[in-house]
Nanobody, 117 residues
Framework: QVQLVESGGGLVQAGGSLRLSCAAS????????MGWYRQAPGKQRELVAT???????NYADSVKGRFTISGDNAKNTVYLLMNSLSPEDTSVYYC???????????WGRGTQVTVSS
C-alpha cells in the first residue's frame, strides 16, 4: 500500500506562486511515477503534470510554461511549483503515484489551492 501526504496548498492572489509537495510511503515495490491531478467545482478531474523516476515529465497544455514538476527519488517526494497563477487554477490538487506507467494507482486526499482575482 502507498500513502501520499500532500502539503503546500492555500490562498494566493492572481499572478502569485505556490509550491505543492507530496511524500509517498511505499513498501515492497518501487514507484514508477508521481504527479498531480486537479478538480475544480463542477468539473472533471484532470491531469496537471507527471514525472517518472527517470525524470520524464508531462504537462497539461493549460499549465505548460507556468508549472514545473520535480521529484526526489530517494525521498519518494514530488513537488509542483506553480507560477503565474490565475483564478482558473483554483482547484483541489491531488497527488498521485503509479507503480507502472504514469496512470494513477494511488491518490492523496487533496489540497485546496485558491487563487483570488
Amino acid at each position: 500500500q502507498v500513502q501520499l501526504v500532500e502539503s503546500g496548498g492555500g490562498l494566493v492572489q492572481a499572478g502569485g506562486s505556490l509550491r505543492l509537495s507530496c511524500a509517498a510511503s511505499a513498501t515492497f515495490f518501487t514507484i514508477n511515477a508521481m504527479g498531480w491531478y486537479r478538480q475544480a467545482p463542477g468539473k472533471q478531474r484532470e491531469l496537471v503534470a507527471t514525472i517518472t523516476s527517470g525524470g520524464s515529465t508531462n504537462y497539461a497544455d493549460s499549465v505548460k510554461g507556468r508549472f514545473t514538476i520535480s521529484g526526489d527519488n530517494a525521498k519518494n517526494t514530488v513537488y509542483l511549483l506553480m507560477n503565474s497563477l490565475s483564478p482558473e487554477d483554483t482547484s483541489v490538487y491531488y497527488c498521485i503515484a503509479s507503480r507502472w506507467g504514469t496512470l494513477p494507482d494511488y491518490w492523496g486526499r487533496g489540497t485546496q489551492v485558491t487563487v483570488s482575482s
